[in-house]
Nanobody
Framework: QVQLVESGGGLVQAGGSLRLSCAAS????????MGWYRQAPGKQRELVAT???????NYADSVKGRFTISRNNAKNTVYLLMNSLKPEDTSVYYC??????????WGQGTQVTVSS
């Protein structure tokens, strides 16, 4: 069992930056990979960035060069640093974790709103 709690969302103007945090608790050692997804109203949830236990990263084309996923293992926390934010980035952002048993966990989501 893994619990995920996101924080750091808010309102920011275009061109600004925001850092999201995802704190994991529970059976931390079972986590194989973590990532960030987002879902805007009327649209399907899409992958933003992923980070495996081994350190491999993957980014959606729309955020490459602007967003960075990282982690602090001591704090069991994954971050998403979002730079050069655009109105199109406005969405609810969700933290995700996959474990060795192929279970999938989700946080409650945090709203990011980028004004033009």
């Amino acid at each position: 069992q893994v619990q995920l709690v996101e924080s750091g969302g808010g309102l920011v103007q275009a061109g600004g930056s925001l850092r999201l945090s995802c704190a994991a608790s529970g059976n931390i050692v079972s986590i194989l990979a973590m990532g960030w997804y987002r879902q805007a109203p009327g649209k399907q949830r899409e992958l933003v960035a992923t980070l495996t236990r081994g350190g491999s990263t993957n980014y959606a084309d729309s955020v490459k060069g602007r967003f960075t996923i990282s982690r602090n293992n001591a704090k069991n926390t994954v971050y998403l640093l979002m730079n050069s934010l655009k109105p199109e980035d406005t969405s609810v952002y969700y933290c995700n974790a996959d474990d060795w048993s192929k279970h999938n966990y989700w946080g409650q989501g945090t709203q990011v709103t980028v004004s033009s």
